[in-house]
Every structure is written in C-alpha cells, then in structure tokens.
C-alpha cells in the first residue's frame, strides 16, 4: 500500500516537473516579435492613410522615421541571427532611409517610397519568418 502511494506520488512529481520544464522552455525572448509588430503597427498606419486618401508630409515622415528606428533594432532582436538575415536587416534599413529621404507629400509619392520597403518585407519573411 505504502509502496503504490510512493509510486503515484513519485509520477505525480514527475508530471509537474514536465509541465513546469515545458512552460519555461516555450518562455521565449518577446522582443523580436515585439519589434516586428511595431514595425507591422507604422506600415499598418501609412496604409490607413493611403486608404483615406490623407497623406499628410509631415505624418508620412513620421510614420517612416519610426520604421527607420524600429528597424535598427533589428540586429540586437536577432542576434543569433544569420547573415544572409542581417543584410536584409540591412537592405531593410537602407530602403526606409530612402523612402524617408524621399519626403513624400501626397499618396502616389507614398505608395511609390513604400514600394522597396514593402519587397524586403516580403523577400525576408519569405526566407525567415
Ligand atoms: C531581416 C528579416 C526581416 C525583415 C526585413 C522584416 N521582417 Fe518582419 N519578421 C521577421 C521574422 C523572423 C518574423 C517572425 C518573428 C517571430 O515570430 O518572432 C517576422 C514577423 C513579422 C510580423 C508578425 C509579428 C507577429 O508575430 O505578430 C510582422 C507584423 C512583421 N514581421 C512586419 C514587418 C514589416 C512591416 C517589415 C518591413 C517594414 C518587416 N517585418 C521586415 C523578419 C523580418
């Protein structure tokens, strides 16, 4: 009797103990996803503009400078990240330095800046995501 208590109670043990592992192993890091929804948040917001037909200069600048910044984060949220992904990282921040540079003031200029932005977007969620 004693013995089958302290062998329900050992699986007991056992059980929690695996549920307890399995809950810190698929505790990961939030801040890479963390800086991709950010970065999905700004585009997201030019997008409504385009949509509503109110591109505002000063608004689109914004919204591109804070894509800018976001995406600088980019290898410090993926540090393990391998180089082929960095140099989109890279391609990434080029592009939106571009657009930025490009102070589009009206909705065709935006679509038109978007346009780079968009592809290494894709073309790294395509490889990586
Ligand atoms: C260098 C590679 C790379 C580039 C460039 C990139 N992404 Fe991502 N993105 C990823 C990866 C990897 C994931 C999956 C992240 C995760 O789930 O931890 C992701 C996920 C996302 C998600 C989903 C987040 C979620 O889980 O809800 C959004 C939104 C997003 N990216 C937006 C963007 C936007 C907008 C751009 C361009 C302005 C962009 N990304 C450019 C690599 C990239």
Redesign the pocket.
Known sequence: MRAALLIVLGLAIGIIGTVFTMRALNERNPL??AV??T??FH?HQLSQAVKGQHCDAAANLGQLQH?QMT?SD?PAA?PDAPQP?QD??G??RTA?QTAALSAPADCPSLIAALKP??Q??K???QQ??
Do not use: T
């Open positions: 890479p996803q991709m929804v970065m999905g585009r894509l995406a980019i993926f992904f989109l990282a391609h990434l939106l932005v968009d290494v977007c073309e790294c969620h990586y995501r």
